[in-house]
């Protein structure tokens, strides 16, 4: 089993940012990719940003391309999400998610997921 914790959630003015961190525990040598998704409400849980977690290939969906930034720590087992020039749009529920399998890193099958952390942009 892996454990996922989010933490950096808050409320921000437009254009500001904002890190999350995701802090994995447990059989975390048996992730392959760990993702960002985000859920707004009343509409359905999206992809944000996934890498690779040995280090590597990232992706990123087309409407935060050039403002977030996904990254990790294998040191201290933990991935982050840096989120610049933030936009009331963004403003979700934001969930980290490990997968075992490689797979197509869009599609929310992943593993295990955290318990979210509530992004809120003002305008």
């Known amino acids: 089993q892996v454990r996922l914790v989010e933490s950096g959630g808050g409320l921000v003015q437009a254009g500001g940012s904002l890190r999350l961190s995701c802090a994995a525990s447990g059989r975390t040598f048996s992730i392959s990719v760990m993702g960002w998704f985000r859920q707004a409400p009343g509409k359905e849980r999206e992809f944000v940003a996934a890498?690779?977690?040995?280090?590597?290939?990232?992706d990123y969906v087309d409407s935060v391309k050039g403002r977030f930034t996904i990254s990790r720590d294998n040191a201290k087992n933990t991935v982050y999400l840096q989120m610049n020039s933030l936009k009331p749009e963004d403003t979700a529920v934001y969930y980290c998610a490990a997968r075992q399998s490689y797979g197509s890193w869009r599609y929310s099958d992943y593993d295990y997921w955290g318990q979210g952390t509530q992004v809120t942009v003002s305008s």
């Open positions: 890498m690779l977690w040995s280090g590597g290939s990232i």
